[in-house]
């Protein structure tokens, strides 16, 4: 980060010296000639020496400048690109953490209507037909429920994941394309306009 400042130092530098060193000769060339007939040729190479200088220093302060946006635009690209590899480590850790928690809720669904089921089954053997197969009845329902549930958080998960996705893509540099005409509408009952 130091380097790039001192190569702009010691390019001010050698300008600034540039312009002492032909200062001073001019200064004594005109010190040693008739002031009175050269007056005008100095002024104009005081002037010239002074727009070369100037010059000098805008190119300087040019390539400088060029040099600092490069290293900020290099930047802000590896900082857009960790933000985006945590946003894709985020999601997979949330889209984990749903899965394992899904997971042990369908197991433990899973138990439970089995028991159900179990205790049903068991109560229609001990001659209890309408206790039992009340039982059965409401395990299945229970069992259906959970399906119809899981299957909409499987929707929803998907739904939200595409969004997602589109928001990475939406911040991805992409080109616009435009028309150099407007459509012509294909509607035969709208009326033309003059100059159609």
Do not use: C
Request: cysteine-free; charged content about 20%.
């Amino acid at each position: 980060m130091l380097g790039p400042r001192i190569g702009g130092v010691f390019k001010f530098l050698i300008g600034i010296l540039l312009l002492q060193v032909a200062t001073a000769l001019l200064t004594y060339t005109a010190l040693m000639t008739d002031l009175q007939q050269t007056a005008w040729l100095f002024a104009a190479l005081a002037a010239t020496l002074g727009l070369l200088v100037a010059l000098w220093f805008d190119s300087v302060i040019g390539s400088v400048k060029e040099q600092a946006v490069a290293r900020q635009h290099k930047r802000h690209a590896r900082e857009r690109e960790k933000l985006r590899l945590r946003a894709e480590k985020d999601k997979a850790k949330v889209a984990k953490q749903r899965k394992r928690s899904s997971g042990g809720a369908t197991l433990k669904t899973g138990l439970a209507v089995g028991g159900t089921v179990g205790v049903g089954v068991a109560l229609m053997f001990a001659q209890l037909m309408t206790l039992g197969l009340l039982t059965i009845s409401a395990a299945g329902g229970a069992a259906l429920g959970y399906g119809v549930r899981s299957r909409q958080e499987k929707m929803i998960r998907a739904r939200e994941q595409k969004q997602a996705e589109r928001l990475v893509y939406a911040e991805s540099d992409l080109p616009v394309l435009t028309s150099a005409s407007p459509p012509k509408s294909s509607n035969p009952r709208e009326p033309k306009q003059p100059g159609q």
